[in-house]
C-alpha cells in the first residue's frame, strides 16, 4: 500500500518567516512529487511539482525531493496571511498509462500577521 | 478559460437512495479523473478515463458505483444505492494528454447519506 504521510499541524508561523512543510511516501518507484494548496472549502490547486533530486524554485516557493530518503519539502519564503491553507502532497508513478497521484492528507498552514 | 466543473455542490440523500454526480472537465482535456475525500481521510483516487474509454478504475470501492462518460466530454459517477460510508467529498480533475501531472480540480461535491 503506497503511502503519503504529512503533519497534520497546525504549522503557525509569522508573516515574513519561512514556512516548511514536510512529506515521506513509502514507494520508491514514485517519479513525480506535487504540492498543492487547498483553502478552506475549495479545490486542490497545484502550485509546484518536481521529479528530480534537488530543488526547484517558483517566486516564494521552493519544491526539495530526496529520493535516498524518501521526502519531499516544500519552502515557502516571506510568508504572508494569504498563505494561510492546506497543503497537501502528493507522490506518483506510472502504470499502464495512468498517472494516478497518492495523497497526504495535509499539513494546515497558518501565517498570522 | 471556463475550470472543471462539477454538480451538484452539495447533495444530501437517505441510505439505499441513488445520486449522480456530473463533471465538466476544462475543454480539450482528455484525462478526467475521480477522487473521493472521506471526513479526516486522505484524497483518494477512484479511476481516471481517457477520453471515453476507463483507463484506470483500480480505485471503485465496489459495484455500486458505475462511471460514465459518453462522448469523451463530461463524466458522471452514479452511487446506488447509498451507504453512509459514501459521505465525503467527490472531486472530479482533468488534464491535456501529454501533460498528465497536471491536473486542474473542481471544486467538488460535497455528499451526504444519512
Known amino acids: 500500500q503506497k503511502e503519503v504521510e504529512q503533519n497534520s499541524g497546525p504549522l503557525s508561523v509569522p508573516e515574513g518567516a519561512i514556512a516548511s512543510l514536510n512529506c515521506t511516501y513509502s514507494?520508491?518507484?514514485?517519479?513525480?512529487f506535487f504540492w498543492y494548496r487547498q483553502y478552506s472549502g475549495k479545490s486542490p490547486e497545484l502550485i509546484m511539482f518536481?521529479?528530480?533530486?534537488g530543488d526547484k524554485e517558483d517566486g516564494r516557493f521552493t519544491a526539495q525531493l530526496n529520493k535516498a530518503s524518501q521526502y519531499v519539502s516544500l519552502l515557502i519564503r516571506d510568508s504572508q496571511p494569504s498563505d494561510s491553507a492546506t497543503y497537501l502532497c502528493?507522490?506518483?508513478?506510472?502504470?499502464?498509462?495512468?498517472?494516478?497521484?497518492?495523497f497526504g492528507r495535509g499539513t494546515s498552514l497558518i501565517v498570522h500577521p | 478559460e471556463a475550470g472543471v466543473t462539477q454538480f451538484p455542490s452539495h447533495s444530501v440523500i437517505e441510505k439505499g437512495q441513488t445520486v449522480t454526480l456530473r463533471c465538466d472537465p476544462i475543454?480539450?482535456?482528455?484525462?478526467l479523473y475521480w477522487y473521493r475525500r472521506v471526513m479526516g481521510k486522505e484524497i483518494k483516487f477512484l479511476l481516471h478515463?481517457?477520453?471515453?474509454?476507463?483507463?484506470?478504475e483500480s480505485g471503485m470501492p465496489n459495484n455500486r458505483f458505475l462511471a460514465e462518460r459518453t462522448g469523451g466530454t463530461y463524466s458522471t459517477l452514479k452511487v446506488q444505492p447509498a451507504e453512509l460510508e459514501d459521505s465525503g467529498v467527490y472531486f472530479c480533475?482533468?488534464?491535456?494528454?501529454?501533460?498528465?501531472?497536471?491536473?486542474?480540480f473542481g471544486p467538488g461535491t460535497r455528499l451526504t447519506v444519512l
Open positions: 478515463f481517457v477520453k471515453e474509454s476507463k483507463q484506470d
Open positions: 480533475a482533468s488534464s491535456q494528454i501529454g501533460t498528465p501531472d497536471t491536473q486542474y
Open positions: 518536481i521529479y528530480s533530486n
Open positions: 475543454s480539450g482535456h482528455d484525462n
Open positions: 514507494d520508491r518507484g514514485s517519479q513525480s
Open positions: 502528493a507522490v506518483a508513478s506510472q502504470s499502464g498509462g495512468s498517472y494516478i497521484p497518492t
